[in-house]
Nanobody, 129 residues
Framework: QVQLVESGGDSVQAGGSLRLSCAASGDTSSTRHMGWFRQAPGEKREGVVC????????YYADSVKGRFTISQDNATNTLYLQMNSLKADDTAMYYC??????????????????????WGQGTQVTVSS
């Protein structure tokens, strides 16, 4: 099992930037994919960005392409999400997740099989227009 702790959420104006962090601990050696997922009130959860941690394969949702960038620091087991040009539609609770399953990051981001991942507690991002 992997323990995940997110941080960096805040309230910002549209057009602003934030960087989210996700510190991973525990059985990280078994992890194949990690990702950032978000859920706004009344909305379905969306896989925003996912990464194959063993090779760097990436998937970005169309809604964030060109604005969000995922990165990982293997030395500290930390996953980052740099969010630029934020929009009101980006307002949501952002969750970090890790899994030892799935064949590619796109499939992982699209999955609703929550029980196959370890999840953080979430960090709130609020963008005002």
């Amino acid at each position: 099992q992997v323990q995940l702790v997110e941080s960096g959420g805040d309230s910002v104006q549209a057009g602003g930037s934030l960087r989210l962090s996700c510190a991973a601990s525990g059985d990280t050696s078994s992890t194949r994919h990690m990702g950032w997922f978000r859920q706004a009130p009344g909305e379905k959860r969306e896989g925003v960005v996912c990464i194959f941690t063993r090779g760097g394969g990436l998937y970005y949702a169309d809604s964030v392409k060109g604005r969000f960038t995922i990165s990982q620091d293997n030395a500290t087991n930390t996953l980052y999400l740099q969010m630029n040009s934020l929009k009101a539609d980006d307002t949501a609770m952002y969750y970090c997740a890790a899994t030892k399953w799935f064949n590619d990051p796109r499939t992982y981001c699209a999955s609703d099989r929550d029980h196959l991942s370890d999840w953080g507690q979430g960090t709130q991002v609020t963008v005002s227009s």
